[in-house]
């Protein structure tokens, strides 16, 4: 993310979810982009009271990783399982960094 990108410059607490239109104007892309990684299972909108779809901005950040690779030319089928496994990738890795903070020094 840049400097210049909507999604650095606004507050969680300010701005908790997006509607799709405001989404996809963040993201530089389509509603249909947005629904076409909602059917591969990328992200799955919250829906407001009156049934609309709202986006967090957790699930923008997702999709603009996603956008970057279809914009590399990766399908979009490919570009959501690369970003899922990014993102456990990421998981694993502070799930370890925390078990190795908390785990006791061993001596040999």
Known sequence: MTVDDPL???DDD???AYTMGR???MLGTTPGFLRAIGEARLI???RSEGG???YSRYQLRIAARARELVDQGTPVEAACRIV???DQLEEAQRINAEYRRAAPPTTI
């Open 14 to 16: 300010d701005y908790p």
């Open 23 to 25: 989404a996809a104007e």
């Open 8 to 10: 650095s410059r606004l």
């Open 84 to 86: 899922i496994l990014e």
């Open 44 to 46: 799955t909108p919250l």
């Open 52 to 54: 609309h779809r709202r």
